[in-house]
């Protein structure tokens, strides 16, 4: 299964699967006052670019944030664009390996240099990077941050090439993904984008998948097994989608159709603690 087709896991079995196979990015903690995330307190109101990267810096040696300071500080009179190109280029390659905070502020910079080449494959690339990271990111102010970057430069991409089905699924899916608190109208305006897609190419599997988890977010168990049974018959070894679908069978009572799908899970998978809490789960359920 493609990087670009995982987006979110709906059970702590489904997250743990997801970082496994994928990878998950640690989100910025605060500093700076930015709001701590994953803490007891109350989620800020909003996440500003100017927090992620005073977070980030906050993680710095002193001759790191010495040398950010003098690359953020390098744009000088005369070719001003290519001097900003050469400038993020250089930072977002520091922050991709310098901190494990950094990878937000990495992200950030590829979209600021696809911005400014307006290259559709730098902005595709630099939003499916948001887009990704927005599952198991619980956080409701980051997460919308996350969302913004990705709809603008999936946007920016789709300005390039308006025919492009991937971005548009991925531009559905991060209203979907991305929504604030679940909003019903964005995650159903982000299945409609998707929709287009689907009715045109029925095969398109990428929008049948995220239809399928649209509908896992919007609650309607349904179609989204409707959806994701299909999935699985045309890419057999997509794990995300066996185990949404043990997971929703799980939600609806259907203990046998369940067990049924987790079964079929352990046959994608090698890593014994994954095993352990599907082999749980199935033991739950009989």
Same mark, same amino acid.
């Given at each position: 299964?493609?990087?670009?087709?995982?987006?979110?896991?709906?059970?702590?079995?489904?997250?743990?699967?997801?970082?496994?196979?994928?990878?998950?990015?640690?989100?910025?903690?605060?500093?700076?006052?930015?709001?701590?995330?994953?803490?007891?307190?109350?989620?800020?109101?909003?996440?500003?670019?100017?927090?992620? #990267?005073?977070?980030?810096?906050? @993680? *710095? $040696?002193? /001759?790191?944030?010495? =040398?950010?300071?003098? %690359?953020?500080?390098?744009?000088?009179?005369?070719?001003?664009?290519?001097?900003?190109?050469?400038?993020?280029?250089?930072?977002?390659?520091?922050?991709?390996?310098?901190?494990?905070?950094?990878?937000?502020?990495?992200?950030?910079?590829?979209?600021?240099?696809?911005? #400014?080449?307006?290259?559709?494959? @730098? *902005? $595709?690339? /630099?939003?499916?990077? =948001?887009?990704?990271? %927005?599952?198991?990111?619980?956080?409701?102010?980051?997460?919308?941050?996350?969302?913004?970057?990705?709809?603008?430069?999936?946007?920016?991409?789709?300005?390039?090439?308006?025919?492009?089905?991937?971005?548009?699924?991925?531009?559905?899916?991060?209203?979907?993904?991305?929504?604030?608190?679940?909003?019903?109208?964005?995650?159903?305006?982000?299945?409609?984008?998707?929709?287009?897609?689907?009715?045109?190419?029925?095969?398109?599997?990428?929008?049948?998948?995220?239809?399928?988890?649209?509908?896992?977010?919007?609650?309607?168990?349904?179609?989204?097994?409707?959806?994701?049974?299909?999935?699985?018959?045309?890419?057999?070894?997509?794990?995300?989608?066996?185990?949404?679908?043990?997971?929703?069978?799980?939600?609806?009572?259907?203990?046998?159709?369940?067990?049924?799908?987790?079964?079929?899970?352990?046959?994608?998978?090698?890593?014994?603690?994954?095993?352990?809490?599907?082999?749980?789960?199935?033991?739950?359920?009989?």
């Amino acid at each position: 299964m493609k990087k670009q087709q995982v987006i979110v896991a709906g059970s702590g079995l489904l997250l743990l699967v997801v970082i496994y196979f994928f990878g998950q990015t640690t989100p910025p903690k605060k500093s700076n006052g930015v709001q701590e995330l994953n803490s007891t307190a109350p989620p800020v109101k909003s996440i500003t670019t100017e927090d992620i #990267l005073q977070t980030a810096k906050a @993680k *710095l $040696t002193p /001759a790191q944030l010495t =040398f950010v300071s003098r %690359l953020e500080n390098s744009v000088v009179r005369g070719d001003v664009k290519n001097q900003q190109i050469k400038e993020y280029d250089q930072l977002a390659d520091f922050w991709k390996d310098s901190v494990r905070e950094g990878f937000l502020v990495y992200a950030y910079y590829l979209g600021e240099t696809a911005k #400014l080449e307006n290259s559709e494959k @730098k *902005l $595709t690339f /630099a939003a499916q990077l =948001f887009l990704d990271n %927005l599952r198991g990111q619980d956080d409701p102010a980051l997460k919308s941050w996350m969302a913004n970057n990705a709809k603008e430069l999936f946007e920016k991409a789709l300005q390039l090439n308006p025919n492009s089905d991937s971005s548009k699924i991925g531009l559905g899916a991060s209203y979907i993904f991305g929504s604030s608190a679940g909003s019903p109208q964005e995650v159903m305006q982000g299945i409609q984008q998707i929709l287009e897609v689907a009715h045109r190419d029925s095969t398109n599997m990428y929008a049948q998948f995220m239809l399928g988890l649209g509908g896992v977010v919007s609650g309607q168990f349904d179609k989204a097994i409707e959806r994701l049974t299909k999935v699985v018959q045309h890419q057999p070894n997509n794990i995300e989608a066996i185990l949404t679908l043990a997971d929703i069978n799980e939600k609806k009572g259907n203990k046998t159709e369940a067990i049924k799908w987790y079964e079929e899970g352990k046959k994608q998978i090698t890593d014994e603690k994954i095993i352990k809490e599907i082999n749980e789960r199935i033991k739950l359920l009989q």
